[in-house]
């Protein structure tokens, strides 16, 4: 596969697991490591998630794991810039015109996903359809607009 990739929260966490899912993995090796982005907010996300854990032996691996990622991808970290809020503004107003909502976070990936032309790679094909950019499903190989 060819071009840029804007990884979900959820895609680096089968990355980070033991038991991550093979399908995901192996759609994974097909993306060379410099197509993928990463949005600031799954940064926090997977901050958030290691570090409600209490402290022990996982708590500290996944830290480490972390860290590394974030060492790894420093480069390809997509910031939530001006351009990007006011892509999130305008979703989200359409979303309150029609009656339905989104996650917060989901939808400032999606806003910065639409601000760099990229689409998103995620299992939470939900919380993106509607919202005029491709999601890639890599769980079921399902592509959505």
């Known amino acids: 596969m060819s071009g840029l ?3 979900d929260t959820n895609v680096f966490g ?4 033991d038991d991550g899912d093979t ?3 192996k759609w994974l ?3 060379h490591r410099n197509d993928i982005r990463v949005s600031a907010f799954s940064w926090g996300e997977l901050s958030f998630g290691v570090n409600k854990l209490q402290d022990g032996r996982k ?3 996944l830290t480490h794991w972390l860290d590394m990622m974030i060492d790894l991808y420093r480069d390809a970290t997509l910031p939530f810039d001006l351009n990007s809020s006011q892509i999130w503004g305008h979703l989200k107003a359409e979303l309150l015109l029609k009656g339905t909502t989104k996650p917060l976070v989901d939808l400032q990936i ?3 996903a639409l601000r760099h032309g990229l689409p998103v790679v995620t299992r ?3 919380h993106f359809k509607g919202l005029g950019l ?4 890599p769980w079921s190989d399902e592509d959505i607009a």
């Not at 491709?134 to 499903?137: K, L």
């Open 59 to 61: 708590r500290r691996a």
């Open 124 to 126: 939470n094909t939900k």
């Open 14 to 17: 089968e990355i980070g697991r």
């Open 23 to 25: 399908v995901v993995l």
């Open 29 to 31: 090796e097909t993306i």
């Open 110 to 112: 999606a806003a910065t």
């Open 134 to 137: 491709v999601v890639i499903n």
């Open 5 to 7: 990739y804007l990884l």
